[in-house]
């Protein structure tokens, strides 16, 4: 089901739903082609992983607050994952000319 | 700009948990992206087809993400974390048999007609069939139930923030839907569509810490088992059927005819073939296979959230040092109710940064079905009240600028009934079973005016009025005659769960019973105005010539096999 993400958001060939109104095809060449909503996941999720990490790494302690299970280093995992995951979306789709 | 007044307004009375800089920063970076990605997206809404339908040209993952999306509220998951606390793992009925069947149904059989006729919404797909009648009546109750659970999630929100982070409740509502009127106005159905996927990714990974940290506290699945049935014996938390074979064997008071009848045949069909909200998603993707593609997609996360939110639910049952107790208690210092089982889990293990991750994660919930409800309100009062009862025939930039204009409405018709409902607060209990009364009738007249032909316009509007009526006549009867609980729900020991599930039933059956005997006394519509709208006199395309793990009957089947294995599993 890989294909379903990676193929670029083509506009409607052969769609027969679709009305072909020819301002409308203008009105859609001018726009250009839109960053793909993936590409912004990944940016956002690269930002929360290193604000996880960096909390994770300069622990302490919860804030004052008390966390169960602390000795797992939680954020420091989680926040290697975000980074992970950030930073593959934001190379597979990055905007290409 | 909101930003700055977040940090000023956080007021430190009494509250769940405190926030670190960190969590703060990552919050405000979540409100920054949204408000951006509206202005980016104006320019790709010039259409009103880009605005309502988000120019049909959704792939399939996109659509089925914002599908699953659109259902997955922070209103539902804390509503749902809560009632597992209290009812146990009964309560995940409502994302297997109360969802799975449903959503398959929707994609192999319902969607192609929907696709094929073009229609903009399911109103619109009534008038089609049937007429304008059917069509006012059920664009005109959708409008209403829409707004209503606008602002009521709206209020929600403001109060858990206000419980959890101890934030003004006024901020809370204002920021957050002055937010999403700026991104829905500017990018419509595409704005919603992207913030539902954003949405999407935050859930999990802000949730997710909670089972993966709480099953290696309790040692796994079996070691929670113990520990629950340790600290609550002699009642069953862990068992989806076992304990339904009576209505007082099990904590909700259900029998499992009602879980199959009322909860997985009226209420999911009802909820996830006709209620426009998610169903407007897969509208939207660019053809009908990634449609039917999309909403497998949707199933299979479906099935698998209850790892956020009955797991935690679960564990809070066994690790929490203290009880729980109902909302009726919430005014004696020092305890903790129901509903806060998912947020005390989230501050159990979650460290600076990962608690603003969840916190987010909630907060994009409830922003996201927000604008989902808005923009879903905005589809259906252009093209299924404005459009043909007020002014018929205007060029499309005025329907586009209508439907950016009452976004805007919708917000503030929101507003306005979350300050109703914090001034009445058991009209929230209201509003949740007005969703019975309008939606699960519409299943009936849909599916009926879909397979068989006979089905005549006059049976469609009489059928829908006499399912509304029914269900909103057992809501009062009972409310009126609480002994009449023995009669709606067979059961004196019914909870409030279980009665919606049988008045929704009952709603069904009055609808399916009127719309069949009004069709054998009227006369049917032609058949060659049916073409494209009926079984049998539509043509469907055939996905033969596609390799086999391309159609979406084999993803179909193999969610089918993995749901009837997870309720053989947890039996």
Same mark, same amino acid.
């Given at each position: 089901?890989n294909?379903e993400?990676?193929k670029?958001a %083509?506009?409607n060939?052969g769609?027969? %739903?679709?009305?072909?109104?020819p %301002?409308?095809e203008?009105?859609?060449?001018r ?7 993936w ?13 996880v ?5 300069s622990? %302490?302690?919860?804030?004052? @607050?008390?966390i169960?299970?602390?000795?797992l280093?939680?954020?420091i995992?989680w ?5 992970v995951?950030g930073?593959?979306y934001?190379a @597979?789709?990055r905007?290409? @000319? | 700009?909101? !930003? ?18 960190? !969590? ?6 979540y ?7 509206? *202005? ?5 809404a ?6 309502f339908?988000a120019?049909?040209?959704?792939t399939?993952?996109?659509?089925g ?7 997955l509220?922070s209103l539902?998951?804390?509503g ?14 409502a ?11 929707l994609?192999l ?8 006729c ?12 049937y007429g304008?009648?059917?069509r006012? /009546? ?15 999630n ?12 101890g934030?003004n409740?006024?901020f809370?509502i ?10 829905v106005m ?8 992207f ?5 999407f990714?935050?859930i ?9 940290v709480?099953?290696i506290?309790?040692?796994g699945?079996?070691?929670?088992v ?5 600290r609550?014996?002699g ?7 076992r304990?339904?074979?009576?209505f007082?064997?099990?904590?909700m008071g259900?029998h499992?005819?009602?879980i ?8 999911s069909?009802?909820?996830?073939t006709t !209620?426009f909200?998610?169903v407007q998603?897969? =509208?939207?993707?660019?053809d ?15 099935m ?10 679960l564990?809070a049952?066994? &690790?929490l040092?203290y ?6 208690m919430?005014n004696?210092?020092g ?18 940064g990962?608690?603003g /991750?969840? *916190?987010?994660a ?13 923009s879903?309100f ?10 043909p009862?007020?002014?018929k025939?205007?060029? !499309?930039?005025?329907?586009?600028s ?7 409405l919708?917000v503030?018709?929101?507003i ?5 409902? =914090?001034?009445?607060?058991?009209i ?11 939606i699960?009738?519409?299943?009936g007249t ?5 397979l068989w ?6 049976a469609g509007?009489w ?10 006549g057992?809501?009062l009867?009972?409310?009126? &005659?609480?002994?009449?609980?023995k009669?709606?729900?067979f059961s004196?020991?019914?909870?409030d769960?279980?009665?919606n599930i049988y008045?929704?039933?009952?709603s ?14 009227t006369?049917p ?7 494209? /709208?009926?079984?049998?006199l ?27 294995a ?5 039996w």
């Amino acid at each position: 089901m890989n294909a379903e993400i990676t193929k670029p958001a %083509t506009k409607n060939h052969g769609d027969s %739903t679709k009305n072909a109104d020819p %301002t409308e095809e203008q009105a859609r060449a001018r726009k250009g082609k839109m960053i793909s909503i993936w590409f912004f996941v990944g940016c956002l999720l690269t930002a929360y992983g290193v604000l996880v990490l960096n909390a994770g790494l300069s622990d %302490t302690g919860g804030g004052g @607050r008390e966390i169960a299970m602390a000795n797992l280093h939680v954020q420091i995992w989680w926040g290697i994952g975000l980074l992970v995951i950030g930073l593959g979306y934001v190379a @597979r789709f990055r905007p290409r @000319r | 700009m909101p !930003d700055a007044r977040l940090a000023c307004l956080l007021v430190a009375n009494t509250r769940l948990m405190a926030l670190a800089p960190t !969590d703060l920063i990552i919050i405000l970076l979540y409100f920054g992206l949204v408000l951006g990605l509206g *202005v980016y997206l104006r320019r790709f809404a010039s259409t009103s087809n880009d605005f309502f339908m988000a120019g049909r040209e959704m792939t399939a993952w996109i659509a089925g993400l914002s599908f699953i999306s659109a259902n997955l509220g922070s209103l539902e998951m804390m509503g749902y974390a809560a009632a597992t606390y209290q009812y146990g793992i009964l309560v995940g009925h409502a994302y297997w048999i109360g969802a799975i069947p449903a959503i398959l149904f929707l994609s192999l059989v319902m969607l192609p007609f929907y696709y094929i006729c073009k229609t903009h919404s399911v109103p619109g797909y009534l008038r089609l069939r049937y007429g304008e009648g059917a069509r006012s /009546l059920s664009a005109i109750s959708f409008a209403v139930m829409t707004i209503l659970m606008s602002g009521i999630n709206m209020y929600s929100m403001a109060v858990i923030m206000k419980v959890i982070l101890g934030w003004n409740i006024h901020f809370s509502i204002w920021v957050s839907s002055l937010t999403v009127a700026i991104y829905v106005m500017a990018g419509g159905l595409l704005s919603a569509i992207f913030n539902e996927v954003l949405q999407f990714m935050l859930i999990w990974l802000g949730c997710l810490v909670i089972p993966v940290v709480g099953l290696i506290e309790t040692h796994g699945w079996t070691g929670m088992v113990h520990r629950i049935a340790e600290r609550f014996p002699g009642q069953d938390f862990t068992h989806m059927w076992r304990a339904t074979g009576s209505f007082a064997g099990n904590p909700m008071g259900v029998h499992w005819t009602g879980i199959v009848f009322g909860w997985g045949l009226a209420i999911s069909f009802g909820y996830w073939t006709t !209620d426009f909200l998610v169903v407007q998603r897969v =509208m939207a993707a660019k053809d009908l296979r990634s449609a039917q593609t999309g909403t497998i997609i949707g199933a299979f996360f479906k099935m698998i959230v209850p790892l956020i939110v009955i797991l935690p639910g679960l564990l809070a049952l066994a &690790v929490l040092p203290y009880k729980l107790v109902p909302e009726t208690m919430a005014n004696v210092p020092g305890v903790h109710t129901y509903n806060e089982a998912l947020p005390l889990m989230l501050a159990r293990y979650c460290g600076p940064g990962l608690l603003g /991750l969840g *916190v987010t994660a909630l907060i994009a919930g409830f922003m996201s079905g927000m604008a989902g409800n808005v923009s879903a309100f905005a589809t259906v009062w252009t093209y299924d009240i404005y459009k043909p009862l007020i002014r018929k025939a205007a060029t !499309d930039q005025h329907y586009l600028s209508m439907g950016r204009w009452c976004s805007l409405l919708g917000v503030i018709a929101s507003i306005g009934t979350a300050y109703l409902v =914090m001034n009445f607060s058991s009209i929230i209990v209201y509003a949740q079973t007005i969703f019975v009364f309008f939606i699960v009738p519409m299943f009936g007249t849909v599916i009926l005016g879909m397979l068989w032909k006979r089905t005549t316009p006059a049976a469609g509007f009489w059928g829908l009025l006499a399912g509304i009526l029914t269900s909103g006549g057992l809501w009062l009867w009972v409310k009126l &005659v609480p002994s009449a609980l023995k009669y709606v729900a067979f059961s004196p020991n019914a909870k409030d769960m279980a009665e919606n599930i049988y008045r929704a039933m009952w709603s069904l059956i009055a609808n399916v019973l009127v719309t069949v005997i009004v069709t054998l006394f009227t006369i049917p519509r032609p058949e060659e105005e049916l073409k494209g /709208l009926v079984y049998g006199l539509t043509e469907m395309p055939s996905q033969n010539a596609l390799p086999i793990f391309k159609r979406p009957l084999t993803w179909a089947i193999a969610v089918g096999v993995a749901f009837i294995a997870l309720n053989v599993i947890f039996w």
